[in-house]
């Protein structure tokens, strides 16, 4: 069974601040998705990776991907207020399902 | 071009009872995959439709079922809903056979059983 584990839960960084959330699955899977979440509402899709080495930027987020570690980054330069969501990051083994992340909680501070 | 829609966007059933929920795909999209959010958690996936058939399943019992329509909406049902049925479900569309499979959520809808 594919399972996807974020790290860290809960984050809470002061604006200004660099951070990276990681997201590590269990199998083979060429592609992975990015997705941010605010409260109530649903999935917005950041980022799509579907190779390794694969890097992309949007603003102050960056995401990678290492297929060989099964490893996803999500980078995090210089936070604002406005980047304070949920953010997921979710796996697609076979064209058919995403398996999500349980999520990464992040509150940027002033 | 139009995004994902779902109907309604809030519910509040009783223990028991049944409930369909709806979902418009996004133009031109043929894949319709539901998912279901407790709070808190991510997002975990039902089923999948195309071309009007199911097309994967996750882990949800057979009270969980779905159609697809040949405009390529879909219904989620649930019957015999019980109190941890409580959660957002998100509707998700995609293009079967695209570089990406990247799926595009509706807004979801919140259903409350009590």
């Known amino acids: 069974e594919l399972k996807v584990e974020q790290n860290p839960l809960f984050l809470s960084m002061q604006e200004g601040k660099n951070y990276t959330i990681y997201c590590n699955y269990s199998?083979?899977?060429?592609?992975l998705y990015w997705y941010r979440q605010d409260p109530g509402k649903s999935l917005e899709s950041l980022f799509v990776l579907l190779s390794n080495g694969a890097v992309k930027q949007e603003g102050r987020l960056m995401a990678s991907l290492d297929t060989k570690a099964r490893l996803s980054t999500l980078h995090i330069t210089a936070a604002v207020h406005d980047l304070s969501a949920t953010y997921f990051c979710?796996?697609?083994?076979?064209?058919?399902?995403?398996?999500f992340g349980p999520g990464t909680r992040l509150s940027v501070l002033p | 071009e139009t995004g994902v829609t779902q109907s309604p966007t809030h519910l509040i059933k009783t223990r028991g009872q049944q409930v369909t929920l709806r979902c418009s795909s996004q133009s031109g999209h043929n894949t319709v995959s539901w998912y279901q959010q407790a709070l808190g958690q991510g997002p975990q996936f039902i089923f999948q439709y195309y071309r009007e058939e199911e097309n994967g399943r996750g882990n949800f019992p057979p009270r969980f079922s779905g159609l697809q329509f040949p405009n390529y909406s879909s219904e989620l049902n649930v019957n015999a809903l019980e109190l941890d049925d409580s959660a957002l479900y998100l509707c998700?569309?995609?293009?079967?056979?695209?570089?990406?499979?990247?799926?595009?959520f509706g807004p979801g809808t919140r259903l409350t059983v009590t």
């Open positions: 199998t083979t899977s060429d592609r």
């Open positions: 998700a569309s995609s293009l079967a056979g695209g570089i990406a499979y990247e799926q595009y």
């Open positions: 979710a796996v697609d083994p076979n064209g058919q399902n995403f398996v």
